[in-house]
Nanobody, 124 residues
Framework: QVQLVESGGGLVQAGGSLRLACAAS????????MGWFRQAPGKEREAVAV????????YFADSVKGRFTISRDNAKNTLYLQMNSLQAEDTAVYYC?????????????????WGQGTQVTVSS
């Protein structure tokens, strides 16, 4: 099993920045794909940024390209999402996800581990 705990959400004005962190514990050696999804009220959960945990593959949703970056600290088993130039449309609950398969995917069903979510609210 892998446990994921997110932190770093909050309220920010449009144009501001936030950094989310996802700390993984448990069978972290088994993690292959990892990333961030978000879900706004009344909308489907969508992939924001996903990576291969050991590097080499990254995907960003078109809506966040150029504004969000992802980084990892393998020693701390932590994945970060740096969000800059935040817009009201970025308001959502952000979830960290991981899988122990061999896929880096934007499909939520491909991830079998999820954090509890952290709220990001961008005021315009």
């Amino acid at each position: 099993q892998v446990q994921l705990v997110e932190s770093g959400g909050g309220l920010v004005q449009a144009g501001g920045s936030l950094r989310l962190a996802c700390a993984a514990s448990g069978r972290t050696f088994s993690i292959y794909g990892m990333g961030w999804f978000r879900q706004a009220p009344g909308k489907e959960r969508e992939a924001v940024a996903v990576v291969r945990w050991r590097g080499g593959i990254e995907y960003f949703a078109d809506s966040v390209k150029g504004r969000f970056t992802i980084s990892r600290d393998n020693a701390k088993n932590t994945l970060y999402l740096q969000m800059n130039s935040l817009q009201a449309e970025d308001t959502a609950v952000y979830y960290c996800a991981a899988n122990d398969g061999v896929v880096v995917s934007t499909v939520r069903d491909q991830y079998n581990y999820w954090g509890q979510g952290t709220q990001v609210t961008v005021s315009s």
